[in-house]
């Protein structure tokens, strides 16, 4: 059963960003390419990641160009330097949570 993008706050961001870290794509392509890297456990619409790619571009993270691909028009995003280093922020946060949910869900002794 894929997951609900909207319960997931901040992985798409994440997993946005990181894809572009390794080249520049465009909005359907980012789409396909998180369900397929999450072997479709996670599956965020087009709804959700092309309101996000506008705002990462506004907030300066993303830059975007247009690109003709067999006479169709496509935007493609990339990282600014600034989205790097949201990017290694984003990516240290979530080591530090996932590593303290890992924890709790591997349970062990703990002081009341």
Known sequence: MAADAGRFSGIPELLVLRLLSDREMYGYEIVQAIALRTGQVFEPGEGLIYP????????????????????????????TGKGEKHLKA???????????????LTGGSYAV
């Open 52 to 79: 996000l790619l506008r705002g990462l571009e506004i907030d300066g993270v993303l830059k975007s160009r247009k690109k003709s691909v067999n006479g169709r028009s496509r935007v493609y995003y990339s990282l």
């Open 90 to 104: 984003l990516t240290d946060h979530w080591s530090k949570l996932h590593g303290a949910v890992d924890a709790v």
